[in-house]
């Protein structure tokens, strides 16, 4: 599966942004989709996940109450809506995708278990 990730911009703190995720190649809901972030010098860390099936969620608790991640198996797309953003948002956003399933309640996931990968959109908050 191909991902193309799109959305990233420069918006002030307290602003809000909204990315998509658009896969092509595969059958888009027989994959759990994720999205990561990783800012300068930094490892690249989980943001949130939305499990093939059950369409369960899970975010990170930097970002819990402020984005929400959601699916749409008709149009093979994932977007994270990313609400209140604060400078320590500032990073490359990655979607993924994993054949995995996945539980609620997760507060991490390792990069490693996601197969494939987009190429990153950048999100910049000044503050």
């Known amino acids: 599966v191909q991902l193309q990730a799109s959305g990233g911009g420069l918006v002030q703190a307290g602003g809000f942004l909204r990315l998509s995720c658009a896969a092509s190649?595969?059958?888009?809901?027989?994959?759990?989709m994720g999205w990561f972030r990783q800012a300068p010098g930094k490892e690249r860390e989980f943001v949130a996940v939305?499990?093939?099936?059950?369409?369960?969620?899970s975010l990170a608790d930097s970002v819990k109450g402020r984005f929400t991640i959601s699916r749409d198996n008709a149009k093979n797309t994932a977007d994270l809506q990313m609400n209140s953003l604060n400078p320590e948002d500032t990073a490359v956003y990655y979607c993924?995708?994993?054949?995995?399933?996945?539980?609620?309640?997760?507060?991490?996931?390792?990069?490693?278990?996601?197969?494939?990968w987009g190429q990153g959109t950048q999100v910049t908050v000044s503050s």
């Open positions: 993924a995708a994993s054949q995995r399933r996945f539980s609620s309640g997760l507060h991490s996931i390792n990069p490693n278990v996601f197969a494939y």
């Open positions: 939305i499990s093939r099936g059950s369409g369960i969620t």
């Open positions: 190649g595969g059958s888009f809901s027989l994959y759990s």
